[in-house]
């Protein structure tokens, strides 16, 4: 083996995480940001994230390993040194590539955050969609005139004989037989039935 002084580098990444990664001839050590890796990510899966090259290629008694990493989270972080660790071993022993090729230990994970889109909430969600219009503060007294529910309402304008026409929508809920939207309705769709509901009211005419 080389003396201390020698040591293999490999750079590693995933998601927002850049790790560079130095492996020395030693005992085992793992340090991340000079610290212990137990301690530096504190969850034991993250260790065995970063301890899996190692494993697989027999060399946790082999090399000391000083990984100095920066940006994303802790999940990215681990897996950008794991990353540093194969590319550095290969630069060590080639023949250690094909194991770590086969368990995808050298291939950079191309999954990253995708940037927020403008007029969205995120990247793919967008607000909820509008499907009806509110009520215009000068219409309110032509639809509280006939018992509608403004607020529940969506306002329609049309042009019948060439005057036009200003109504609410209403459904079952706000039908009522005496009003003089049930008017306006027999008037527009029931033109044999006018004699019995009269002259259509002022208030609907612009």
Known sequence: ????????????????????????????????????????????MLEMVVVEPLKLTESQKRFNVSAMVNGGGMSGQAGAVQHGIARALCAADLAMRP????????????????????GLKRARKAPQARTRRAVQPHERGCLSSCGAQPDRLRDVTISAGGVAIHRPSFSRRNFQPSSCTFRWWVLQTRPRLSSLVGPPSAQWTR
């Open 1 to 44: 083996m080389a003396d201390n002084a020698t040591y293999y580098y490999g750079t590693g990444r995933r998601k927002n995480a850049i790790a560079r990664v130095r492996l020395y001839p030693g005992e085992g050590t793992i340090l991340v940001n000079n610290k212990p890796s137990l301690q530096y990510f504190g969850r034991r």
């Open 99 to 118: 194991v770590l090729k086969k368990h995808g230990m050298l291939t950079r994970d191309p999954r990253m955050k995708e940037r927020k889109k403008p």
